[in-house]
């Protein structure tokens, strides 16, 4: 099954020094999601990411704390 594709540009705030990983994440989310032909389930994950991460840490102390989580995601 062939589907139509749009471009859609996203503005947000994240922390100094995360830009770059950030829009990646979103992609590959959106890329996984999509490969698995699975809309019902792209439409739920992007419901579930609203509102901000308030904190008071550094953006490299916020990378150092995902790359700690990451091998415990897969």
């Not at 749009?6 to 705030?13: E, P, Y």
């Not at 950030?22 to 999509?34: A, D, G």
């Not at 019902?40 to 550094?58: A, D, M, N, Y």
Request: charge should be positive.
């Amino acid at each position: 099954m062939v589907r139509k594709v749009g471009k859609v540009v996203i503005k947000i705030n994240v922390p100094d020094g995360m830009e770059e990983f950030v829009r990646r994440e979103v992609e590959n989310f959106v890329k996984t999601l999509i490969e698995k032909e699975d809309l019902e389930e792209l439409i739920k994950g992007f419901r579930s990411l609203k509102g901000i991460l308030k904190t008071k840490k550094s953006a490299k102390e916020l990378k150092v704390d995902l790359y700690e989580e990451l091998p415990s995601l897969y």
